[in-house]
């Protein structure tokens, strides 16, 4: 096992591509990190110079203590399995399996012990003699994990590696991904954009933008305390609300934060940071289970007419509008809301987030 150490990291592609922008990272032996970010944020940019698939424009990549920079893909000891499978059509599913330890020129007994080891673990053990194209896609899914996994690498990397099953057998393989990961204790990269997929298995999870590393922290606290508006607007479905209000005249110590007149939250003159300014502007992140409704006009909040309500079994969905812009709320089953129906909506105070309107940064309240 392994850890893996990423160090001002950089890629580019011809010069003019900036694909990963000095990265610093460590995953800890044994940890399943997840990379998350949208599309062209450079994930797969990432995970090929930590296979060694493709040359690091600046920085170190350490497998442990060692500098792998310059060691090949063969000699790193990091298995990777990818998006598209890459099987071989004419080899049957234990050829494939088989294929990184016949390279390596281990024993016939060797081989088959671990391919039937893997095989019985991903449930393709009765499936060893068919060729791919005789199996269903998540068969096949199954078979390029099995070949990754028969190495017992030091180092997993996986790149979105059930992105193109169905729902359902990507709900069941997530299980078996991380059951797998478990027991087998291998260091784990995993690339993904589902969020969800990121929050269910990861031990912690790094989010890339455009290149840029925005934040590594468990599910949780990416979640509570996400760094700045893109994390905090990336996590979380339905997205947080985001909108700006301005910072009233501090009185006593106290500052409100306000949208147009109507009081959001009071700012405590200690927690303030020097950006805010009486009357000047701030970014108010609110997710959407985090709003009470109707509240009493007294209490911090503001007036807000339904536009949509959907009752789902477990919970109410609905979109208002208000002097904040339109917002989208999670309130409990059952929540009788009418169209057009004017409510008052108040942010919990102690679940509301606050952001730098220059940099996005998360200002903290502690
Ligand atoms: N071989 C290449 N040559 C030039 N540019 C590339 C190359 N590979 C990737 N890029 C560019 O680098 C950036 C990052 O790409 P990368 O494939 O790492 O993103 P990604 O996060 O994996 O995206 P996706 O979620 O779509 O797979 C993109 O702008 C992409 O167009
Ligand atoms: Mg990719």
Redesign the pocket.
């Known amino acids: 096992m392994a850890s893996v150490t990423l160090r001002n990291v950089t890629?580019r592609?011809?010069g003019a591509?900036l694909?990963?922008d000095n990265i610093s990272l460590s995953v800890a032996d044994g940890e399943f990190l997840a990379l998350l970010?949208?599309?062209?944020?450079?994930?797969?940019?990432?995970m090929?110079m930590i296979a060694g698939l493709e040359d690091i424009s600046e920085g170190e990549i350490l497998v442990d203590d060692t500098i792998t920079n310059n060691l090949s893909s063969a000699e790193r000891n990091v298995a990777m399995a990818f998006?598209n499978y890459g099987l071989y059509p004419h080899k049957t599913v234990f050829g494939n399996i088989a294929y990184p330890l016949v390279v390596r020129r281990r024993s016939r007994r060797d081989i088959e012990d671990n391919v039937l080891r893997v095989a019985a673990m991903l449930h393709i053990d009765d499936v060893l003699d068919r060729k791919p194209a005789e199996l269903s896609g998540g068969f096949q899914q199954r078979v390029s994990l099995a070949r990754a996994l028969v190495r017992e690498p030091s180092v997993f990397l996986m790149?979105?590696p059930i992105s193109h099953l169905d729902a359902d057998l990507r709900s069941v393989m997530r299980g078996e991904l991380k059951r797998l990961q478990k027991d087998n204790g291998a260091t784990t990269i995993y690339?993904t954009?589902d969020q969800l997929e990121a929050m269910s298995m990861a031990d912690r999870i790094a989010v890339?933008d455009h290149?840029v590393l925005q934040q590594v922290g468990t599910p949780l606290e990416i979640f509570n305390a996400p760094a700045n508006e893109f994390v905090a607007s990336f996590i979380g479905e339905p997205p947080m609300n985001l909108f700006t209000a301005h910072v009233g005249a501090s009185d006593d110590g106290r500052s409100p934060v306000l949208i147009g007149e109507h009081e959001l939250l009071v700012l405590d003159d200690r927690l303030r940071a020097g950006a805010l300014a009486d009357g000047g502007a701030i970014r108010v992140g609110v997710r959407p289970k985090d709003f009470v409704l109707n509240a009493s006009a007294s209490d911090a909040s503001m007036p807000a007419e339904v536009r949509v309500a959907e009752a789902l079994i477990d919970r109410v969905l609905a979109t208002l509008d208000s002097p904040a812009g339109r917002l989208r709320l999670e309130l409990p089953a059952g929540t009788n809301l009418r169209e057009g129906e004017r409510v008052r909506v108040a942010p919990r105070a102690d679940r509301i987030h606050l952001f730098d309107p220059e940099t996005g940064k998360a200002i903290r309240l502690v």
Do not use: F, L, N, W
């Open positions: 890629k592609y011809g591509v694909a990963v970010g949208p599309s062209g944020c450079g994930k797969t940019s990432t090929r998006e790149d979105e690339v954009h890339m290149g």
